[in-house]
């Protein structure tokens, strides 16, 4: 009983060390005043787009209404969406950036 127990427990553990984390999408949203070059500019610095990717990924933003920017664990994603966040509001843009499990 009491080794079943343990046995139980190093399994859980070992689960845990093996089980790939939870990803997660970071998206940005449509809004009507941020300039499209100013978002193709976030998706290059911050998430390593060429100009060509960064175009498109925008465009469906503004066609759709939100779009995939990257997918990263919890605290990765967490990462880029204040840093998107602090660097359009710097700059005085709505564009607003958060995340969704993928
Ligand atoms: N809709 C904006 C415009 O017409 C462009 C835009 C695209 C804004 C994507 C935000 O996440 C966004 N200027």
Do not use: W
Request: glycine share 2%.
């Amino acid at each position: 009983k009491e080794l079943s127990d343990h046995t139980e427990l190093v399994k859980e553990r070992i689960e845990q060390q093996v089980k790939k984390p939870p990803m997660y999408n970071v998206v940005l949203l449509n809004d009507d005043y941020t300039p499209m070059d100013f978002v193709v500019d976030v998706l290059c610095k911050f998430f390593n787009m060429n100009s060509d990717q960064a175009t498109d990924v925008m465009l469906t933003i503004h066609y759709e209404g939100k779009g995939k920017c990257g997918t990263y664990t919890a605290e990765v994603a967490e990462m880029k969406v204040n840093q998107v966040s602090r660097y359009a509001k710097s700059h005085q843009h709505p564009l607003r950036c958060s995340m969704e499990q993928a």
